[in-house]
């Protein structure tokens, strides 16, 4: 522990955000840089506390109280050994995380939590400033093959991890470029993409094989992968949207989320959006039907493209702004959140049920027809008699999540069991299909990158035992153990 009662002297302190009137000129990230000195007053509030909650709070088993530790005593080759024994990617969690670590960190029981996101992105950065993070090839190759399917952060984590093993790994990506939603999901401002490729060449650089603009079902069969390769990873996320089925909603100028904000991250990356596939918020009314990152992600980049208005409609009621006696620490909060989206400017409506979209004489949409609910309990509503209205709207996104990972080509020949969300069913990470694994999203659902790097690190290992019998990749108890031995030590 570095300073015994630096929780009592200093308090919580993050980067500054740039102004949001600046910020929506532009699509880089919001925060400007913080000094060293100050990231080592954050990691010096840490108490390392004997039973360190933040740990199970981290879906990754992050040693959070160790790299605290160094940070303090300006140690940053062992902050980034520390970090990255349980993480691939502190740079994509430490900028875009949710921290579920913070909302289980013990000091945020009556004061505002240790910044443990921002000191993982600080040891992140500092890790590559310095030189630390350099490709390290296997020092030996085990002759076996693995196929994975789909380059987001679950199977990039998992080829990290299977290629340390010795593995020869080969993804395949049905995009033109490798990330997943890290790339043509998250827009620019949360998580810039030069941070996606400098991962990336040091991926390459360790012998991971890349198939990009290979859609594995149309391209090429999954049946082809199982038969070539010695195990088989899938990792295609969960895109297909949950649609919003009311009457109108075929009209023109509504659209699922993830439909605009591809186009527009391709835009920022610098392509050219040809006018007729175009999606663009400019001057116009932009209805965001649904909460979530990929909401918020609309309104920041509607407010890029200068909307003339933009309103965010919620089904449920506000949230409160504390915790509620049903829902106390550690748990997550389930508390009202502003995203930085939010602050850039957004009618956020809460508790309305959408009926209707109205159409105006060339087939486009013209407005959204509401009515106010009033809530009894978490599951029962009435409609408010005399609430409906029409909201003017020349452009809606539906984001109201996704149904199930888009496994539909793979069906012919392979009958996957599923659960009932329509995820993969799996058994120590194996579908049904013996030799076939999956992970991330299309395992759990829409998640978080967090849980995605987790599970690829998982499912990595099980592979490793199923093609080798045993495995020395690092399992999450493990980790935890190797800390509990060192302590005693
Ligand atoms: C708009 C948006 C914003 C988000 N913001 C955040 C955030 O701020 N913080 C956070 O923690 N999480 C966020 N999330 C969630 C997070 O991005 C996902 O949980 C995470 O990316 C899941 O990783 P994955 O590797 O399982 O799948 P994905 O990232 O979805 O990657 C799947 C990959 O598989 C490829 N693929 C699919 N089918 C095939 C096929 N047949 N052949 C070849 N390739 C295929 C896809 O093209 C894609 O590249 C956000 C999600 C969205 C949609
Ligand atoms: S719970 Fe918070 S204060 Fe305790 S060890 Fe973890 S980060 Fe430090």
Redesign the pocket.
Known sequence: MGKADGFLTYGRELPAARDPKERINDSNEIYTSFPEEKTKIQAARCMDCGVPFCHSGCPLGNMIPDFNDAVYDGEWERAAQILYSTNNFPEFTGR???APCESSCVLSINKPAVAIEHIEKAIAEKSFELGLVKPQPPTHRTGKRVAI???????LAAAAQLNQAGHEVHI????DKAG???RY??PDF?LEKWTIDRRLAILEEEGIHFHLN????KDTTLKKLHRKYDAVLL???S?KPRPLTIPGNHLKGIHF??DY?TLHNRRVAGEIIPAEQDIHAKEKHVLVIGGG??GS?CVGTANRQFAMSITQLQYRNMPSTARTPDNPWPETPMTFTASSSHEEGCERSWGWLTKEFVADENGFVKGLKVVELEWKNSREYTEKPGSERVLPCDLAFIAIGYERP?YD?FQANFDFETDQRGNFKLQDWQTNVPGIFAA???YRG???????ISDGREAARAIDVHLMGKSKLPAKEVSMLLLANEKQV
Do not use: F, H, N, R
């Open positions: 875009i995380c949710p399917v789909g380059s987001g952060p679950a199977g395949y990506e049905k995009d997943g939603l890290l999901g998250i949360k290979k859609e594995i079902g990792t295609i996320g895109a989320a993830m904000l990152d990929t992600d888009m080509a991330g999203d299309a829409q998640s978080l990158v967090v849980w995605a």
